[in-house]
């Protein structure tokens, strides 16, 4: 059985090595990705896996720093465990992560920009995989 904290460890140690590789074995086939930034929401393992593996390259040709730190937000009832999203020379996050877990499998994830927003976000100084 995968948590949600150790879905997120992946995706985290994605972004910070820029490897797919990390997390594809841990998504549903029926996995879906939604982000507030973008209108269609992805329906399948196999359309996530190529929206990320042409972001990933886009971002390593592009030399651009995306760092992925863990952290936690009060969302949905709850604190829950997410992965705080920064880019470029900005130090504060500009997004955070939040994963939906059934069984040992990954079901869904949801990248916000706005709610709930980055800075309301605990960070904890832990970047996997960097």
Do not use: W
């Not at 820029?18 to 879906?32: K, M, Q, V, Y």
């Amino acid at each position: 059985m995968i948590k949600e904290e150790d879905a997120l460890r992946a995706y985290a140690r994605m972004l910070n090595r820029l490897d797919a590789d990390e997390l594809a074995p841990l998504l549903a086939e029926d996995f879906r990705y939604a982000s507030q930034s973008v209108f269609a929401e992805i329906g399948s393992k196999a359309e996530y896996m190529t929206y990320i593996s042409g972001k990933l390259a886009s971002i390593l040709s592009s030399g651009q720093l995306v760092r992925a730190e863990m952290g936690a937000v009060q969302a949905l009832g709850r604190l829950r465990p997410c992965v705080l999203v920064a880019q470029g020379d900005q130090e504060g996050p500009v997004a955070l992560v939040l994963a939906e877990v059934a069984g040992d499998r990954v079901r869904r994830l949801d990248m916000c920009t706005v709610v709930p927003h980055p800075s309301t976000a605990v960070r904890s100084g832990e970047y996997p995989g960097s």
